[in-house]
Nanobody
Framework: QVQLVESGGGLVQAGGSLRLSCAAS????????VGWFRQAQGKEREFVAA????????YYADSVKGRFTISRDNAKNTVYLQMNSLKPEDTAVYYC?????????????????WGQGTQVTVSS
């Protein structure tokens, strides 16, 4: 079992930055790939970014490429999502998730464990 807790969300103006953290406890975290997903009000959950268990491979949705960066610190059992140049359309609840898989990471069905989410609101 892996427990995930997101933090770092909040209210920011367009063009600003936030860094989300996903802290894990339980089983050995560095055996898991980690993804970030988001769900805006009234919309389906969508993939944002993912990082393989060793951190050697990263994946991004086209909508965030060049603005968001995912990274991990296995010694701290934490994955980060640095979000720059935020836009109002980035407003959503952001979830981190852990997967034993190392492929097809943009697909939410690959993930075994999910956090409770953190709200990100970008004002125009």
């Amino acid at each position: 079992q892996v427990q995930l807790v997101e933090s770092g969300g909040g209210l920011v103006q367009a063009g600003g930055s936030l860094r989300l953290s996903c802290a894990a406890s339980g089983r050995t975290f560095n055996n898991y790939s980690v993804g970030w997903f988001r769900q805006a009000q009234g919309k389906e959950r969508e993939f944002v970014a993912a990082i393989s268990w060793r951190g050697g491979s990263t994946y991004y949705a086209d909508s965030v490429k060049g603005r968001f960066t995912i990274s991990r610190d296995n010694a701290k059992n934490t994955v980060y999502l640095q979000m720059n140049s935020l836009k109002p359309e980035d407003t959503a609840v952001y979830y981190c998730a852990a997967a034993t898989a190392s492929y097809n990471l943009p697909n939410d069905y690959k993930y075994n464990y999910w956090g409770q989410g953190t709200q990100v609101t970008v004002s125009s």
